[in-house]
């Protein structure tokens, strides 16, 4: 069973920084292609970043140039920093495990940019 939990998230001014945490299993980290959603209610959901085990990455569009995603072996987390951030991204951040067809979801933590 794959567990993902998700910490870091809050309140933040708008043009501040977050980073964002995903713990997992290292078994995880070494096979699954991990990534960051996120989800406005009655909105869908949204692509932030993936990256894959052998540190390739995808950002969505918004993303590119002021969110990084990372892969921390040290601590078995995948890591978002979020730079620069925007009232339009408050949103609940979920962190992803793919596997194929098989997906994995963290319950998510909130983000709130709130000057």
């Known amino acids: 069973q794959v567990q993902l939990v998700e910490s870091g998230g809050g309140l933040v001014q708008p043009g501040g920084s977050l980073r964002l945490s995903c713990t997992t299993s290292?078994?995880?980290?070494?096979?699954?292609?991990l990534g960051w959603y996120r989800q406005a209610p009655g909105k869908q959901r949204e692509l932030v970043a993936t990256i894959k085990s052998g540190g390739s990455t995808k950002y969505g569009d918004s993303a590119k140039g002021r969110f990084a995603i990372y892969i921390d072996k040290s601590n078995k987390a995948v890591l978002l920093q979020m730079n620069n951030l925007e009232p339009e991204e408050t949103d609940i951040y979920s962190c992803?495990?793919?596997?194929?067809?098989?997906?994995?979801w963290g319950r998510g933590t909130q983000v709130t940019v709130s000057s």
């Open positions: 290292l078994d995880v980290l070494n096979i699954y292609v």
């Open positions: 992803s495990a793919d596997r194929g067809m098989e997906r994995n």
